[in-house]
């Protein structure tokens, strides 16, 4: 017995200290993959006529589910989780348009599509650019919309 006693007032501290030390603290930081990002497109659309058809999409999510997350040239879309531009935005005298996030984001999902059935006009251009953090991460400039090749992408950022 009193060996018994001698192997367990050994044994329970050791074990209580191995708890206690191999026992990890919760980070305070915010976890791996979950840092909001800012985010810029620049899109640009030249030649564009009424038969053509446009369509860019931008959906972003912040940490906080705020409403307001884009500003689309320099204004503030307020309680806007998306911004999306058509064909009539680019008919008139604004060819480019410049969309940013006003917060950080976790993530943003782009839709693009641009054709062109070539009734009177044989083609248009259309440039796209996307930034993540100021990194340049998508770059198509110039793209020629022609009846035979569109202009259709889905990026998740």
Known sequence: MKNFKKVI????????????????????????????????????????????????????????????????????????????LGKNDFIGATKTYIIESTTPLRLVTTSQQCLNPGATNPSYKVSFKAEVDGEVVTNDQNFNVTYTTDYTHKYDY
Not at 18 to 38: H, R
Not at 53 to 75: C, E, M, P, R
Request: aromatic fraction near 10%.
């Open 9 to 84: 007032f050994t044994i329970l501290p050791l074990l209580a200290l191995t708890l206690l030390f191999s026992c990890k603290k919760d980070d305070p930081e915010t976890p791996a993959g979950t840092e909001g990002k800012n985010f810029k497109f620049t899109v640009t659309v030249n030649g564009v006529e009424d038969q053509d058809y446009v369509s860019f999409v931008f959906v972003g999510a912040t940490l906080d589910n705020a409403k307001t997350i884009w500003k689309v040239n320099g204004v503030t879309k307020s309680n806007e989780t998306a911004i999306s």
